[in-house]
């Protein structure tokens, strides 16, 4: 089993920040790439910005600028800084995981979803 958890939402004025993190854990033999993606009332969820495992990087162009993904030497937890916050950065942020399981198929890869944390940013 893999777990994915996230915490660090909360509500804060424009032009503030929140700084998200996401740890993954369980029987994971490899984690090939996390990222955070949100989803607002009435939208569908969309992408923030993932991380490889070899550190690339990619944003949504929303938040390019204000906002920073990044790994912990663990390699299991990610975080995202989020500066320069808008009303519209108003979501529930949920972490995903896409790991490899079984050594002996390396190519397999799954992907594992956190339950998501609220960020609200008032203008």
């Known amino acids: 089993q893999v777990q994915v958890v996230e915490s660090g939402g909360g509500l804060v004025q424009a032009g503030g920040s929140l700084r998200l993190s996401c740890v993954a854990s369980?029987?994971?033999?490899?984690?090939?790439?996390m990222g955070w993606y949100r989803q607002a009332p009435g939208k569908q969820r969309e992408l923030v910005a993932t991380i490889t495992s070899g550190d690339s990087t990619n944003y949504a162009d929303s938040v390019k600028g204000r906002f920073t993904i990044s790994r912990a030497n663990t390699k299991n937890t990610v975080f995202l800084q989020m500066n320069s916050l808008k009303p519209e950065d108003t979501a529930v942020y949920y972490c995903?995981?896409?790991?490899?399981?079984?050594?002996?198929?390396?190519?397999?890869?799954?992907?594992?979803w956190g339950l998501g944390t609220q960020v609200t940013v008032s203008s």
């Open positions: 995903n995981a896409k790991v490899t399981l079984n050594p002996d198929y390396p190519d397999d890869e799954y992907s594992y």
């Open positions: 369980g029987s994971i033999i490899k984690i090939n790439a």
